[in-house]
């Protein structure tokens, strides 16, 4: 097994691994388009040059990241892959240098041996505003919010939601 950046061919199999756990709302289905526009932020794991599993590591800025759209194909996990996928996306975040890595789960056990520890939801605005906001189950999330990290104390979301331009928009 290994893991290496993704790139536009292998969308399609990015898209059925993240499609397997969406129905059920275990994680926020993505569209082609979106995994096409975002496949920089995402890594995989092959196994026999077969892609088996994938994370994505999305950027806030030098305070927060987030590992998203984490998963392995059910027919192989508990085989190593999903630790193999966390440790890369954490070697990615310590290259970039940011402070605080965050990530919502159902599974806060298996993030806990990495270092990570729960979290308010509140303290992840940057987060909120940019995926909860849109989640059919904003109101009843059973995902619990872990950080490994300072929690960042400057919040990009404040700063675009003071935008003169957001605020000119706002008010036509």
Not at 96 to 105: D, G, R, Y
């Amino acid at each position: 097994m290994r893991t290496r950046r993704a790139i536009l061919p292998d969308v399609d199999a990015i898209f059925a691994l993240i499609a397997s756990y969406s129905g059920d709302g275990t994680l926020l289905p993505r569209s082609r388009g979106e995994l096409c526009e975002n496949v920089r932020d995402f890594l995989v794991v092959e196994k026999a040059g077969v892609i088996i599993g994938c994370g994505a590591l999305h950027l806030y800025g030098a305070h927060l990241t987030e590992i998203r759209s984490i998963c392995v194909d059910p027919r192989v996990k508990g085989g190593g892959a999903g630790a193999l996928l966390v440790d890369a996306l954490l070697a990615e975040a310590e290259h970039h240098q940011v402070s605080c890595v965050c990530l919502f789960t159902r599974i806060p056990a298996f993030f806990a041996r990495f270092g990570f520890r729960v979290a308010a939801r509140e303290e992840l605005p940057d987060k909120i505003y940019k995926d909860c906001l849109n989640c059919p189950r904003l109101h009843a999330c059973d995902e619990i919010a872990m950080v490994r990290g300072e929690l960042p104390a400057f919040v990009a979301a404040r700063e675009l939601s003071n935008s003169p331009s957001l605020i000119r928009l706002q008010s036509h």
